[in-house]
């Protein structure tokens, strides 16, 4: 079995961090089924393109845990889990289309599994081209981004706030249908575009 790695991260080294930013983790410490611990504190954008198969934690209260942008290089595969954490788009005006969380190129091959986390600021809450790979939202906020996902992937969204505003919350990319299924969840806008929506609503 292949090792695995419990990497700490904090702006000011507490409780026996090992580094200050997930982009200073050396590329052959991030195996896959990996877990970076983020601490309370803002980070500054994480781009590294050593995301395959890796879990970023955020430790206590996500709305301390706060991420400027995550992007996520072509060159990834596999599966990236974003846990309990705030991400936020820089400078982003309505607009301006500034995401949050970024999956690079057109046919990124990362399914993203988000549980808990908060997009605090954003036109775009997700931005993700890839042909094939899927989203899991599950307990998100996206209410504060303009639009919460631009994607042609499947998506997956449960018990979740999208945006409030009257945007689509899901914009297709391309005449493929994508296959979206809501479970109890709230948005200020309906669906657009080339997609088949299965809703589930909680019974009152």
Same mark, same amino acid.
């Given at each position: 079995?292949?090792?695995? +790695?419990?990497?700490?991260?904090?702006?000011?080294?507490?409780?026996?961090?090992?580094?200050?930013?997930?982009?200073?983790?050396?590329?052959?410490?991030?195996?896959?089924?990996?877990?970076?611990?983020?601490?309370?504190?803002?980070?500054?954008?994480?781009?590294?393109?050593?995301?395959?198969?890796?879990?970023?934690?955020?430790? @206590?209260?996500?709305?301390?845990?706060?991420?400027?942008?995550?992007?996520?290089?072509?060159?990834?595969? *596999?599966?990236?889990?974003?846990?309990?954490?705030?991400?936020?788009?820089?400078?982003?005006?309505?607009? @301006?289309?500034?995401?949050?969380?970024? +999956?690079?190129?057109?046919?990124?091959?990362?399914?993203?599994?988000?549980?808990?986390?908060?997009? @605090?600021?954003?036109?775009?809450?997700?931005?993700?081209? *890839?042909?094939?790979?899927?989203?899991?939202?599950?307990?998100?906020?996206?209410?504060?981004?303009?639009?919460?996902?631009?994607?042609?992937?499947?998506?997956?969204?449960?018990?979740?706030?999208?945006?409030?505003?009257?945007?689509?919350?899901?914009?297709?990319? *391309?005449?493929?249908?994508?296959?979206?299924?809501?479970?109890?969840?709230?948005?200020?806008?309906?669906?657009? *575009?080339?997609?088949?929506?299965?809703?589930?609503?909680?019974?009152?």
């Amino acid at each position: 079995m292949a090792q695995k +790695f419990v990497h700490k991260v904090s702006p000011e080294l507490i409780d026996d961090a090992q580094y200050k930013h997930p982009n200073e983790i050396p590329s052959a410490a991030m195996r896959a089924g990996s877990t970076v611990q983020l601490y309370p504190g803002t980070y500054a954008a994480v781009n590294t393109a050593n995301l395959t198969n890796i879990s970023l934690v955020g430790i @206590g209260d996500k709305d301390d845990v706060v991420i400027s942008t995550i992007s996520v290089a072509n060159t990834v595969t *596999g599966t990236l889990h974003l846990k309990n954490l705030t991400v936020n788009a820089v400078n982003a005006v309505a607009a @301006g289309g500034a995401a949050a969380i970024t +999956f690079t190129g057109n046919d990124n091959a990362v399914t993203l599994k988000a549980d808990e986390i908060v997009v @605090g600021s954003a036109d775009i809450g997700i931005v993700h081209y *890839g042909a094939t790979p899927h989203i899991y939202l599950n307990r998100c906020d996206l209410s504060a981004a303009d639009k919460a996902i631009s994607s042609n992937c499947n998506v997956t969204i449960a018990f979740s706030r999208l945006n409030s505003s009257s945007n689509a919350y899901l914009t297709p990319l *391309g005449a493929q249908d994508i296959a979206i299924s809501v479970i109890a969840s709230q948005s200020g806008g309906s669906n657009t *575009g080339a997609s088949t929506e299965t809703i589930n609503a909680l019974l009152s």
